[in-house]
């Protein structure tokens, strides 16, 4: 049973480019958040898909923008890099009303 | 605003020994609990949960205490080993507020458990 996949699981970007993320959420669940680490932080929400569409969003900027598609995977954008935005993006799976997320093991991005 | 605190960043114990880890929250609408695991280079895994009805969740050498007038809650692992060794984030979310499953963390303790 696969669990959460991400892809790349590392990118280099300049200032200024766009970069999409990809997600296949763990064999059955149907919702998928994504979300911030930078270093030495926990992780940040971002925002959640369901049904194809973001139900939720946290404090991110539009930069932030997200896709989830009908087999449930889901893609993250974030345009108009900004140095600030390298971290690790994790992106989370869940379904069936169980609060417990499943995380990928996340994509590093480095803005240089 | 950081709404979950886990004001130790690291922790040391030996082996055999127990490991206490702590939390605290500050919004009170927060109704479950979570503790993640994380080893470098993998995404966090989940490792033990708590409901705000509940003041006590044990699954083997995992306890989780939640203290609700104190806004706190801990993470007991007992006996403790070196695999043990991990970066452990506390979780929390609020279901009121169609907050379902966002979860916010606290930016971590780094537990090392030594021979």
């Known amino acids: 049973d696969a669990g959460v996949t991400q892809s790349p699981t590392h990118l280099i970007k300049t200032r200024g480019q766009q970069v999409t993320l990809r997600c296949s959420p763990k064999s059955g669940h149907d919702t998928v958040s994504w979300y911030q680490q930078a270093l030495g932080q926990g992780p940040q929400f971002i925002f959640q898909y369901y049904e194809e569409e973001e139900r939720q969003r946290g404090n991110f900027p539009d930069r932030f923008s997200g896709h989830q598609f009908p087999n449930y995977s889901s893609e993250l954008n974030v345009n108009a890099l900004l140095l600030g935005d390298s971290a690790l993006y994790l992106c989370a799976s869940n379904g069936g009303g169980s609060e417990k997320l499943f995380f990928g093991s996340g994509t590093q991005l480095s803005v240089l | 605003d950081q709404q979950v605190k886990q004001n130790s960043p690291s922790l040391s114990v030996q082996e055999g020994r127990i490991s206490i880890l702590n939390c605290d929250y500050t919004?009170?609408?927060?109704?479950?609990f979570l503790w993640y695991k994380k080893y470098p280079a993998e995404g966090p895994t989940f490792l033990i949960s708590i409901s705000s009805i509940k003041d006590k969740n044990e699954d083997g050498r995992f306890t989780v205490f939640l203290n609700k007038s104190a806004k706190h809650l801990s993470l007991h692992i007992v006996p403790s080993q070196p695999g043990d060794s991990a970066v452990y984030f506390c979780a929390a979310s609020a279901s009121f507020s169609g907050g379902y499953n966002k979860l916010i963390f606290g930016a971590g303790t780094r537990l090392a458990v030594h021979p």
């Open positions: 919004n009170s609408m927060f109704d479950y």
